[in-house]
């Protein structure tokens, strides 16, 4: 089939197979969003008098047909010869309508049809994202309550160091999830904006009315200037990764823990047996394969800030066909974010804490700060207090406090769970 941009010269097949790439398997995520584009576009094009009003009705309720009978029930395919989602999809109306099927394409470029296409797309997946990170929100925080009351040694250089609590530990992570919305909220307004009508990256003679089809798309404005609507390209797929990145962080972490708290030598917690694997020779081994693997998968995910400033580095403004490769860094690690999201979340909720960790003498010493404490409460220099503990600790004479009395925000008995969830809730994602 003639390529859009075909002016009667043909391209070597195998050049074709290199430039496409894997565009033509990862268009397909875009296809509804390419139909409500093009639907928002004519219906505009209508509007300011380069459709005529029955163009609009057959076009519009043949672009219906091809999402609702082709594209979601999820027969749509790119056929050979066809070079991306925008021609497909454009071949399907001419097939069907004739030459009226070719004036979609007025008053605008592949270039602005795949931004607003990767808009559509990356609007509904940070909305996606934001759902799986609220639902493992509602079980850390969960966690955090029902474990509240369960010691459990806090670590500082890998040592055992000060007491914690689950409570503590399952609602830090529940408040770094917060932190992470934040960065996924600012994200989300960003790639929330119009480029659509921006053409090539440098407008259209054609009195195109962009701030109705931002309208229609439910944008919430325009890139006003149709050069950084094109800049964008490269720029929204940044600052999306970085957001992803942090929220990779915050799930790399707690599975490294879970690796290290479900190990014998620590036994500070206990993973269902269908979250665990075992060993061809080892009849004891029940591994924590689900969280190294996330731990594996996360830090992949890490990199994509990296892999995705290095794709537009030293690109001059204006489009580049380098900004294709940038779709095979991001779609698959949004899927690969949703999936750890999901499988932490059902994962967290299964954890079985252990409530006598503090019971092993190993861990006294880990109450030296408290008795510090006392010491200066009853009227003991800080320092001579250090001291004196530090004396028992070396004569082996230190005998721990019995009882805990933290009382200050965010400690063990003031946990804060309720201002979490209350910053929570006023995010709008």
């Not at 055992?160 to 909220?185: C, I, K, N, Q, R």
């Not at 006003?224 to 929204?236: D, H, I, L, P, S």
């Not at 993973?271 to 594996?296: C, Q, W």
């Amino acid at each position: 089939m003639k390529k859009l941009w075909e002016k009667g010269i043909q391209t070597d097949a195998f050049i074709e197979k290199f430039t496409v790439g894997k565009d033509r398997e990862l268009d397909l995520d875009l296809a509804k969003y390419d139909v409500q584009g093009t639907i928002a576009h004519i219906t505009m094009l209508e509007s300011v008098g380069l459709l005529e009003k029955d163009e609009l009705e057959i076009l519009t309720k043949e672009l219906n047909r091809i999402l609702n009978e082709v594209i979601e029930p999820g027969n749509f395919e790119i056929e050979d010869g066809v070079e991306d989602v925008h021609s497909q999809i454009e071949l399907m109306l001419t097939r069907k309508l004739g030459d009226v099927g070719k004036k979609v394409h007025s008053g605008r470029s592949r270039n602005d049809q795949v931004l607003v296409d990767i808009r559509l797309y990356l609007r509904d997946q940070i909305k996606e994202i934001a759902q799986l990170t609220r639902k493992l929100f509602d079980t850390l925080i969960n966690q955090s309550e029902a474990t509240k009351e369960v010691l459990l040694p806090g670590y500082t250089h890998t040592q055992a160091a000060m007491p914690s609590s689950f409570g503590m530990w399952f609602g830090a992570y529940a408040e770094s999830l917060v932190d992470d919305l934040v960065l996924l909220e600012s994200t989300y307004h960003i790639v929330n904006r119009n480029p659509l009508g921006s053409a090539a990256g440098y407008g259209s003679s054609f009195p195109l009315n962009r701030t109705m089809t931002a309208e229609l798309l439910g944008f919430e404005g325009l890139n006003e200037n149709a050069v950084y609507a094109q800049m964008g390209r490269g720029k929204t797929e940044q600052t999306l990764s970085f957001a992803m990145a942090g929220l990779a962080g915050t799930l790399n972490k707690l599975a490294a823990d879970v690796c290290l708290y479900n190990s014998q030598n620590f036994q500070f917690l206990k993973l269902p047996d269908e979250l665990t694997t075992g060993s061809s020779i080892m009849p004891h081994k029940k591994n924590p394969d689900v969280f190294e693997l996330i731990r594996a998968k996360t830090n992949a995910l890490k990199t994509l800030p990296n892999q995705i400033m290095m794709a537009t580095t030293n690109l001059t403004s204006g489009y580049h066909r380098d900004f294709q490769i940038l779709k095979e860094q991001l779609f698959p690690a949004i899927e690969e974010l949703k999936s750890c999201l999901f499988i932490t979340e059902y994962a967290a909720g299964q954890m079985a804490v252990n409530d006598e960790i503090i019971d092993d003498p190993k861990y006294k010493l880990i109450f030296s700060v408290e008795a510090v404490n006392e010491l200066v409460k009853e009227g003991v220099p800080f320092r001579d207090a250090y001291q004196q503990v530090a004396q028992q600790i070396e004569e082996g004479s230190f005998e721990p406090p019995t009882e805990l009395n933290h009382t200050h925000e965010g400690s063990i008995g003031n946990l804060r769970n309720e201002e979490i969830k209350e910053r929570l809730n006023r995010l709008e994602i």
